[in-house]
């Protein structure tokens, strides 16, 4: 059984950084797609950042692209998410996911396709 844990959420001021960690374990996450979504009080989860299991390509939401990067390091088991530039609206509970079809060629947008969860982390940004 596979296991997430997401570190590095705090607050922080508007303009301000934090670099978010989810760590894997209980088995080998390296061969899984990643993806982080965030959701805000009263509103659904919604899509933040994805990466493809070699790492090799990357996908965004258009209200974060360009402000946050997603990277993953599978000798470590480990997915980052480096946000920069924050702002207030990017206030949620922020969660690392793990899609398990293996090597699969896609990145998905879908919380539904993702198979393991984190617990997540609070990242509050003040104005």
């Known amino acids: 059984q596979g296991q997430l844990v997401e570190s590095g959420g705090g607050l922080v001021q508007a303009g301000g950084s934090l670099r978010l960690s989810c760590a894997a374990s209980?088995?080998?996450?390296?061969?899984?797609?990643m993806g982080w979504f965030r959701q805000a009080p009263g509103k659904e989860r919604e899509f933040v950042a994805a990466i493809r299991w070699s790492g090799s390509s990357t996908y965004y939401a258009d209200s974060v692209k360009g402000r946050f990067t997603i990277s993953r390091d599978n000798a470590k088991n480990t997915v980052y998410l480096q946000m920069n530039s924050l702002k207030p609206e990017d206030t949620a509970v922020y969660y690392c996911a793990a899609d398990k079809r293996s090597r699969r060629p896609v990145i998905t947008t879908q919380p539904g396709e993702y198979d393991y969860w984190g617990q997540g982390t609070q990242v509050t940004v003040s104005s």
């Open positions: 209980g088995r080998t996450f390296s061969t899984y797609g």
